[in-house]
T-cell receptor
Framework: DAKTTQPNSMESNEEEPVHLPCNHS???????IHWYRQLPSQGPEYVIH???SNVNNRMASLAIAEDRKSSTLILHRATLRDAAVYYC???????????FGAGTILRVKS | NAGVTQTPKFQVLKTGQSMTLQCAQD?????MYWYRQDPGMGLRLIYY???????DKGEVPNGYNVSRLNKREFSLRLESAAPSQTSVYFC?????????????FGPGTRLTVL
């Protein structure tokens, strides 16, 4: 499984945008980029995913580099409820398995 | 819909005891998974079941067995618990028909082995 690299932690102010980076230099052409987050004392929840093009949904945006070796999860206006561990995961096409790394701990200050 | 439910929420075992963690989903998903999460770490896949009647090993299967009882239920059994199995256990499910192939997670079972 291709690996991802994320910063251990990041901090943001409430109501400001947050850009969470992820490097995946060994990504293959069939790997999807998935983001999950885990709120304190809860199971992970899906945030967004993409393959080549940038993606938007109600929770976040995903910006994917042209060479696909990196991506950035964008939270447009961080709230205290967004404080969580964010995981960047590569999933092979038609594959079910997710391989979690340590993720990025996002702290949001009021 | 309740989504993915897990029982029990908390459990304390003594070394050598056995127990079964239960998981059920009501989303008609084909695939189900068991993960463990140790403090400060990401989740690691123990076993998964791509469809009813099939199970496969994940990254850390030693010391565990699983049963896909039917489409809804996927149980994880510890035959002889060890302190190294102290962890939070998460069950998840997904459907390949889902456009996002999203995995839905349960609330977790917090297991302590003394």
């Amino acid at each position: 499984d291709a690996k991802t690299t994320q910063p251990n932690s990041m901090e943001s102010n409430e109501e400001e945008p947050v850009h969470l980076p992820c490097n995946h230099s060994t990504i293959s052409g069939t790997d999807y980029i998935h983001w999950y987050r885990q709120l304190p004392s809860q199971g992970p929840e899906y945030v967004i995913h993409g393959l080549t093009s940038n993606v938007n949904n109600r929770m976040a945006s995903l910006a994917i580099a042209e060479d696909r070796k990196s991506s950035t999860l964008i939270l447009h206006r961080a709230t205290l409820r967004d404080a969580a561990v964010y995981y960047c995961i590569l999933r092979v096409t038609n594959g079910n398995k997710l391989v979690f790394g340590a993720g990025t701990i996002l702290r949001v200050k009021s | 819909n309740a989504g993915v439910t897990q029982t029990p929420k908390f459990q304390v075992l003594k070394t050598g005891q056995s127990m079964t963690l239960q998981c059920a989903q009501d989303m008609n998903h084909n695939s189900m998974y068991w993960y463990r999460q140790d403090p400060g770490m990401g989740l690691r896949l123990i076993y998964y079941s791509a469809s009813e009647g099939t199970t496969d090993k994940g990254e850390v299967p030693n010391g565990y067995n699983v049963s896909r009882l039917n489409k809804r239920e996927f149980s994880l059994r510890l035959e002889s618990a060890a302190p190294s199995q102290t962890s939070v256990y998460f069950c998840a499910s997904s459907s390949p028909r889902d456009r996002d192939n999203e995995q839905f997670f349960g609330p977790g079972t917090r297991l302590t082995v003394l």
